[in-house]
C-alpha cells in the first residue's frame, strides 16, 4: 500500500509559483548531455514574450558612432557567421537555498544550461558603425518592456566597450543549429561567454554606444552582489566557479530524496567557470574528499566530469567542487546575499543506499 502524503498548511505565494513556473529550471539529469537538449536549456524571462516577426525585425547601432547602422536579419546574415558553444547560468541560480530568501526567481541549482550559439561576431557589425573615441560602454535593449519595482522600462543591460568588442561575444540567431525560439530570444539575442545570463540580452533591437557608464535599472539597481539594502554593491558580471553532479539512483516523486543498490557507481557531472578554465573537480562521500576524472576539452562550456564509489549500504551525503585556474573554488556552505545572486556553494546529495 504506498504511504498518504499528509496536506501543508498555507499557501504557495501566488507570485512564487508564477515564477518558477514561468521560468523553468535545467532537470539536473540533463547534466549527461555536452549541449543541452533546446527544450531542456533553462528560462528566465522578466516580462513577457514579445511578439517578434524576423522577416520585420531590424537591429539598430547607435550613439556614439560615426556612422549609424540598421540591419535587417537577412542583412545581419551576410556577415561571416559563428558559432561558440557557452554555458549560461542565471545570475540568482542557488537563490532558493538562502535564508531569508529574496523575492524572484526560486532557483535551487537548475538555472544552468549548455547551448551551441549561432550568429555573428558582435565586434565586426560594431567595426561597421565606427564607434567614436570616448565610449566606454555599449548598451543592448531588449523588446520586452515591464514595470520593476515601479520603473517601466524595456530589459536593457550594458557591457564596457572593450568587453564587446571580445570577438567571441555573438548577436546569435540560431541555437543548437536551429531557428532561435521565442522564447530564447528570436530572431536575435546577444550571447556574453562566461558572463552571467543577464548579459545575453534576448529580443535585441538597440545597440548603443556611450560616453558613460549605462543607467538602466537592470545594470544599476539589479545583479549586484549587497549584503544590505544600503550597498551600492558589486556587479555581477563573470560567473563563479561551480560544478553539479547528476544525482545518481532514482527519485522519490515527492520529496526528491535518492536511493540506489550497493555496488560501484559512477557519478557524473560538471563544472564550469567564467574567470578561467576548470582546473580541477573534487568528489566527496561523507564529507572525505577525491579527485574525480576531468573528461573532454575546457572551453568555453562546461567541463565533464567523473567519480567512481563504491556505494555501501546506509544514508551517504555526496559533494562535488570545482577550482579553476586562476584559483576560485567554491565555498562549503552559501554566502548570503541580499539579492540571492551569484550562490556558488557546493551542491550536496543526500543518498540511501540499499
Ligand atoms: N530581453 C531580455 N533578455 C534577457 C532576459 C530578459 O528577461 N529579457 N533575461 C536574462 C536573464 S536574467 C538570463 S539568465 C538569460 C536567460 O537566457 P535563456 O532564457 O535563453 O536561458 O537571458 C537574459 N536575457
Ligand atoms: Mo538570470
Redesign the pocket.
Known sequence: MPQSRAPIAGRFTREEVALASR?SGMPLEALRYDVTPTGL???????DI?EADAARWRVEICGRVARPVSLSMDELKKFPSRTERVT?????NGRGQLSPRYPSVPWMEE?V?T?DWTGVSLASVLRLAQPLDGGVEVAFH???RGVDRGVEH????SLPLREALAEDVLLAYA?NGAELLP???APL??VVPGW?????????QRIEVLERAFDGLQQQSS?HFRSSSLERGVPCRRIRVNSLMAPPGIPDFYSRARSAKAGTLAVHGRAWSGEAPIARVEFAVDGKWTQAELKGGSGKAWRAWQALWHAERGMHELACRATDAAGNTQPLAPVWDLGGFGNNSVQRVALSVT
Open positions: 521560468n536549456h533553462y528560462l528566465l524571462i522578466h516580462f514579445p549560461l547560468e542565471c545570475a540568482g538555472g544550461s547551448a531588449g523588446a520586452d524595456a530589459f536593457a543591460r541555437m522564447q530564447h530570444g539575442r546577444l552571467y545570463g543577464m548579459a545575453s540580452v534576448k529580443w535585441l545583479y
